[in-house]
Nanobody, 120 residues
Framework: QVQLAESGGGLVQPGGSLRLSCAASGSIFNIEDMGWYRQAPGKQRELVATITSDGSTRYADSVKGRFTISRDNTKNTVYLQMNSLKPDYTAVYYC??????????????WGQGTQVTVSS
């Protein structure tokens, strides 16, 4: 099994910044993509950013230019630097890690979520 421990959420004013961290532990071999989703109240969970094991990144259009995803494979940790935060970014942010089980099988592990609230 893989355990994902998120940290860094909290309350921030509009225009402020937060940095989320997600540390993986346990059976961490064969982890490929990692990333972040978010879920606002009454809305579906949506992909925010993803990063492959070799560092390629992809972002939701709504966060491009504001968020940066990075990864430290030596620490098995993925980060999400969030700048210029807006109130509609308020959500629970979930970290995930995809572990390759076989040539055709990938299992997605999830963190417990961390609350980000953007409000004055």
């Amino acid at each position: 099994q893989v355990q994902l421990a998120e940290s860094g959420g909290g309350l921030v004013q509009p225009g402020g910044s937060l940095r989320l961290s997600c540390a993986a532990s346990g059976s961490i071999f064969n982890i490929e993509d990692m990333g972040w989703y978010r879920q606002a109240p009454g809305k579906q969970r949506e992909l925010v950013a993803t990063i492959t094991s070799d560092g390629s990144t992809r972002y939701a259009d709504s966060v491009k230019g504001r968020f940066t995803i990075s990864r430290d494979n030596t620490k098995n940790t993925v980060y999400l630097q969030m700048n210029s935060l807006k109130p509609d970014y308020t959500a629970v942010y979930y970290c995930y890690a995809d572990r390759t089980l076989s040539r055709s099988s990938v299992y997605r592990h999830w963190g417990q979520g961390t609350q980000v609230t953007v409000s004055s």
